[in-house]
Structures are given as C-alpha cells and as structure tokens.
Nanobody, 120 residues
C-alpha cells in the first residue's frame, strides 16, 4: 500500500535550519510529482511546496518562498524539504504526499508527519 514516512523535524530557534525527509513506498516514486504540506495548531492543512517527477517544475507557497527548498532523490524514493531562516509561524506538523500541489482536501491517506517547532 502507499506509505509515507516523514522525519527530520525537531525544535529549532528562529533563524535556524532543518531538513525534512519523506520516504515513500507502494507506488512508482520516480514518475510521481510530490508535495510537502503542513498543519499548524488550530489551522487547516496547507500546501507548502511541490516538485515534478523530473525536478523541472517547482511551486512554492509565498509564505516560504526564498527560505524553503524542495528536492528529491528518485533512486532512494526520498523527498526532501530544506528549511532555512525558520520563523515561529513555520511551527507545524509537516507531511508529504504524491501529486502536484493538490489540495489537502483531495488527499485521503497521510503519513504520521514530523513536528517542527520554531521557538526561542
């Protein structure tokens, strides 16, 4: 079955950096566009960044543009999210899923996510 295992989250100070990983299985990762999502406390889940299967198309939310970088290693079935200059408002549980910037409401299966907390 389709599975996503997110990792790499943690507690970081404002201005710090983290790199998240998502290991996918149960489908052909190398031909699937992928998206990172996040859900902050009390807020709806939102799309953060998407990457085409070949890496030639990227979409990044305005709120993280210039700070977050999405990438992938197709040979390892892994999606990455490099996060820099983190802000308290980046605090959320981060998830990955297949598809290109799909609305979270159209996704029916999620991994457990990884918690990112930005706080001094």
């Amino acid at each position: 079955q389709v599975q996503f295992v997110e990792s790499g989250g943690g507690l970081v100070q404002p201005g710090g950096s983290l790199t998240l990983s998502c290991t996918a299985s149960g489908f052909t990762f190398s031909t699937s566009p992928m998206t990172w999502y996040r859900q902050a406390p009390g807020k709806e889940r939102e799309s953060v960044a998407a990457l085409s299967s070949t890496g030639d198309s990227i979409t990044v939310a305005n709120s993280v543009s210039g700070r977050f970088t999405i990438s992938r290693a197709n040979e390892k079935n892994v999606l990455y999210l490099q996060m820099r200059y983190l802000k308290p408002e980046d605090t959320a549980v981060y998830y990955c899923n297949r598809g290109y910037y799909r609305s979270p409401k159209n996704v029916d299966s999620w991994g457990q996510g990884t918690q990112v907390t930005v706080s001094s």
